[in-house]
């Protein structure tokens, strides 16, 4: 079954929302939302998300899923602010727990923060399937960009968060804490072991060397055949001696701080102190 899927941009980020439907009927969802930030002043605001609200509202869809490929480093999520709009439930990968139990620590969120993925609706596991509409979702865990990555099938597109990226530019950083190379690989053995002609929606892009423009969407055939770091039958070995050398020569993302302290709480600031003020932390010589 076709899905159709529609990507917003966020320039500011470099990330792509989706918003997946069922063609039969109003059903859809949301993958990815992003909630603008500004670090410098503390303010968030909410055009990103308003934008996908109003297209969702504008072609009359009911939203039933608001789902997380993983824990963003590089923005926060919008999840609570669309669920209050538009109802729907949050779910994410079931091994968030390993994901809360790592940043739990480095930002000292004491007892008060659950490690148990209770923040989120749903927890998903390898294998799982759910339904948006008539259309279904079926759930790969596919870690190595961190421990709790997903990807999700659905229909015959494949939404593979931060595992590949557009087929010029390769694949996603392994070296947040809990990440693998030779993780990484295997689970992109995973995504290619889908139909060739399944198509691959990135979370991410950030153009490629001789490329214009931003995109996207590719296929498992493109991925196979053209991926600069896994295609034509790169090894394993190579992969993650590429991979662990340019990682080391990486800056931290921009907003890394504050968006793993809000997105590991499901998109929730953390609570606010007793003047009512809301803090985020920043730990330091700590990432
Ligand atoms: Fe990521």
């Known amino acids: 079954m076709q899905a159709t899927v529609q990507g917003f941009f966020d320039e500011a980020t470099n990330t792509v929302t989706y918003v997946v439907r069922d063609p039969e009927s109003t059903a859809c969802a949301i993958i990815d939302s992003v909630l603008d930030f500004d670090y410098a002043s503390g303010h968030t605001d909410t055009r990103s998300a308003d ?149 691959i929606f990135v979370c991410h892009d950030y153009k490629a060397p001789g490329r214009d423009d931003y995109a996207w969407e590719t296929t498992v055939g493109a991925q196979k055949a053209l991926n600069v770091h896994v295609g034509a039958g790169k090894s394993r070995a190579d992969f993650v001696a590429m991979r662990e050398g340019r990682d080391a020569t990486l800056a931290m993302p921009r907003l890394i701080i504050p968006s793993l302290q809000v997105n590991m709480r499901a998109g929730q600031m953390p609570e606010p102190d007793d003047s009512g003020t809301t803090y985020l932390k920043v730990p330091i010589n700590r990432l």
């Open 51 to 199: 934008q996908v609200i109003a297209f969702i509202e504008g072609q009359g869809l009911d939203l039933q899923w608001i789902l997380e490929t993983h824990v963003h480093a590089d923005h926060l999520s919008a999840a609570p602010y669309i669920q209050e709009r538009l109802g729907g439930k949050i779910g994410i990968g079931d091994r968030i727990t390993v994901v809360q139990d790592t940043f739990g620590k480095i930002f000292n969120e004491g007892t008060r923060f659950q490690r148990d993925g209770s923040q989120f609706d749903r927890l998903f596991r390898e294998g799982d399937s759910f339904h948006i509409g008539q259309l279904r979702g079926d759930v790969l865990h596919t870690p190595g960009h961190t421990p709790a990555c997903l990807t999700y099938v659905i229909g015959d597109a494949a939404f593979v968060g931060d595992t590949l990226f557009m087929p010029d530019f390769g694949t996603a950083r392994c070296d947040f804490p809990g990440g693998s190379a030779e993780t990484l690989f295997d689970s992109v053995q995973k995504i290619m072991a889908l139909p060739d002609e399944t198509r």
